[in-house]
């Protein structure tokens, strides 16, 4: 998967970090992937999302929580 591969090539963040970008995306994802349609369209969004979370722990947002909430809130704004 793109999105995945995404987020453990970064090489900015350790193993637990990395780990907690991962359980990130997952749970923010299943929280969202509902509103995008097609294999295409999803995959994108997947990857946008991968990226929001990399952007969000360079500032300095390494929780999980804070991290899936974080990234949730802005994908919502691109589908406003």
């Known amino acids: 998967m ?6 453990e090539e ?3 963040f350790g193993p637990d970090e990395l780990t ?4 990130a995306l997952e749970e923010a994802w299943s929280f969202i992937e509902g509103y995008f349609d097609g294999e295409q369209v999803r995959d994108n969004a997947r990857t946008k ?4 979370i990399v952007m969000l722990a ?8 804070q991290l ?3 990234a ?9």
Do not use: H, P, Y
């Open 49 to 52: 999302l991968a990226g929001v």
């Open 10 to 12: 970064n090489g900015s």
């Open 58 to 65: 360079r500032s300095g947002t390494l929780e999980r929580e």
């Open 68 to 70: 899936r909430n974080d």
């Open 72 to 80: 949730i809130q802005m994908m919502e704004r691109f589908l406003e």
């Open 2 to 7: 793109k999105a995945r591969k995404l987020i």
């Open 20 to 23: 907690v970008l991962c359980d």
